[in-house]
T-cell receptor
Framework: EDQVTQSPEALRLQEGESSSLNCSYTVSGLRGLFWYRQDPGKGPEFLFTLYSAGEEKEKERLKATLTKKESFLHITAPKPEDSATYLCAVAGSGSRLTFGEGTQLTVNP | DAGVIQSPRHEVTEMGQEVTLRCKPISGHDYLFWYRQTMMRGLELLIYFNNNVPIDDSGMPEDRFSAKMPNASFSTLKIQPSEPRDSAVYFC???FGYGYTFGSGTRLTVV
């Protein structure tokens, strides 16, 4: 059974204070690892897909990296508008994604 | 494209009543997923369809839950009878491949 564990559960940062979120996974035959952002009262919004170890993707202040056991979402010089819950998910066999429980990020001005 | 459209946005019902949640996926997407999200359990996959055919319903918690997809542009999730522990946000998502697009969800409260 595919499993995804995210840490920390919650993270508070000051504006401009860079940090990283972790996603550890176990999956038989990784077909992709996905990062989503979820704002309160909304559905998850797709950010990145990573397919193989060593791959990196960037979007504005966010950079996602992937190893054989985990993925990191690095946030550089965050702003208050980056506050959200960040979800990690893996695709193994089949067409379904298995989601972690998320990291709730708060960036204070 | 208007994205994945779910209705209603909010539903408050009394225990024992039937509840029907609706979803219109993105045109051209061949997969449709129903998820439930709670603080305690996060996002849980309930059921998913491929080309309107149910593929995996192992996440459906009980026989009180049922889902249909009569055509490529519409799906329903029904709970009958509803119970307070069914209170959650229910999301529909559609995809072509692994790029899921989620709807805004239906917040269900059963009192």
């Amino acid at each position: 059974e595919d499993q995804v564990t995210q840490s920390p559960e919650a993270l508070r940062l000051q504006e401009g204070e860079s940090s990283s979120l972790n996603c550890s996974y176990t999956v038989s035959g990784l077909r992709g690892l996905f990062w989503y952002r979820q704002d309160p009262g909304k559905g998850p919004e797709f950010l990145f897909t990573l397919y193989s170890a060593g791959e990196e993707k960037e979007k504005e202040r966010l950079k996602a990296t992937l190893t054989k056991k985990e993925s990191f979402l690095h946030i550089t010089a965050p702003k208050p508008e980056d506050s959200a819950t960040y979800l990690c998910a893996v695709a193994g066999s089949g067409s379904r994604l298995t989601f972690g429980e998320g990291t709730q990020l708060t960036v204070n001005p | 494209d208007a994205g994945v459209i779910q209705s209603p946005r909010h539903e408050v019902t009394e225990m024992g009543q039937e509840v029907t949640l609706r979803c219109k996926p993105i045109s051209g997407h061949d997969y449709l997923f129903w998820y439930r999200q709670t603080m305690m359990r996060g996002l849980e996959l309930l059921i998913y369809f491929n080309n309107n055919v149910p593929i995996d319903d192992s996440g459906m918690p009980e026989d009180r839950f049922s889902a249909k997809m009569p055509n490529a542009s519409f799906s329903t999730l029904k709970i009958q009878p509803s119970e307070p522990r069914d209170s959650a946000v229910y999301f529909c998502a559609s995809s072509f491949g692994y790029g899921y697009t989620f709807g805004s969800g239906t917040r269900l409260t059963v009192v």
